[in-house]
């Protein structure tokens, strides 16, 4: 009997994150990275096969990883099978800053460290393998500030912009690792705003809502779908391409 498979989740606790990572536990074994991976809370029959490495991002140690990696798959005698890069870090404050610090921090945490992610772990890495990236509407569309209340809530220049260098990233890599039959996508979220935004701003949320194509929100359980797919033989053919989920946001 073949051993289960093994996917890596950067960012295991988020909105979106630990959706996907629920719905990953039933066919994976799952490797949670972030500072407080070991916080995600799960039933008993998914928590068997979680596997999470408490590891504070801002300081990217690859050696670290690499060896956390490396001893899981030998102990467990599986493959790494997938990469979901979906944490991130270094949201600007100010909505429209260019400052140094901002982008440095901005292109470290949007861009930097998940394609270092990828790069450590290459060699585990198998034909049949996929990649995928965590994008989003805003590195393909820029803000409506008609949606927003005020211009300090706009989403930040710096975010849309160092995601849609994440999209461009997927795509060099998957020319790249092709060769090798592992393949690369992102994919980009449309509006999932959490649940606290949802509450307390009713009418950003009605704004939202009217630019998709579904006039809603979307739900965090319909996240992990495109995934799934994309870890599946199902998309063996699907490789540099950026899969929105939108509702139809960036359609119009």
């Known amino acids: 009997m073949q051993s289960k498979?093994?996917?890596i989740l950067l960012g295991p606790n988020g909105h979106l994150?630990?959706?996907?990572?629920?719905?990953?536990l039933k066919d994976y074994y799952v490797i949670g990275i972030s500072r407080n991976s070991k916080k995600v809370i799960l039933k008993d029959d998914l928590r068997?096969?979680?596997?999470?490495?408490?590891?504070?991002?801002?300081?990217?140690?690859?050696?670290?990883?690499?060896?956390?990696?490396?001893?899981?798959?030998?102990?467990?005698?599986?493959?790494?099978?997938?990469?979901?890069?979906n944490a991130f870090f270094g949201y600007p404050e100010i909505f429209n800053s260019i400052n140094k610090n901002d982008?440095?921090?901005?292109?470290?945490g949007i861009l930097g460290v998940q394609i270092r992610l990828i790069i450590t772990l290459e060699s585990f890495l198998k034909k049949g393998s996929s990649i995928i990236n965590i994008s989003s509407m805003y590195g393909k569309v820029a803000p409506n500030p008609a949606n927003y209340t005020n211009d300090v809530n706009v989403n930040a220049l710096l975010y849309g912009s160092m995601k849609a260098a994440l999209i461009q990233a997927s795509k060099w890599m998957?020319?790249?690792?092709?060769?090798?039959?592992?393949?690369?996508?992102?994919?980009?979220?449309?509006?999932?705003?959490?649940?606290?935004?949802?509450?307390?701003?009713?009418?950003?949320?009605?704004?939202?809502s009217k630019q998709t194509h579904l006039k809603r929100i979307g739900k965090p359980q319909e996240a992990p779908g495109i995934i799934l797919f994309l870890l599946s033989d199902d998309s063996?053919?699907?490789?540099?391409?950026?899969?929105?989920v939108d509702g139809g946001w960036t359609a119009w």
């Not at 982008?103 to 470290?108: C, G, I, L, P």
Request: glycine share 6%; no cysteine.
């Open 17 to 24: 994150g630990i959706e996907i990572l629920r719905r990953l």
């Open 174 to 208: 998957s020319a790249s690792l092709g060769v090798n039959g592992i393949r690369v996508n992102s994919v980009s979220f449309g509006p999932f705003p959490q649940e606290n935004i949802q509450q307390s701003n009713p009418i950003f949320i009605e704004n939202l």
């Open 5 to 7: 498979k093994t996917v």
């Open 48 to 85: 068997k096969n979680y596997y999470p490495f408490e590891h504070d991002l801002k300081i990217f140690n690859e050696e670290s990883i690499y060896k956390f990696v490396k001893d899981f798959l030998e102990l467990k005698k599986t493959n790494l099978h997938g990469i979901i890069n």
């Open 236 to 244: 063996s053919y699907i490789t540099g391409s950026d899969i929105s």
């Open 103 to 108: 982008v440095y921090n901005s292109a470290e």
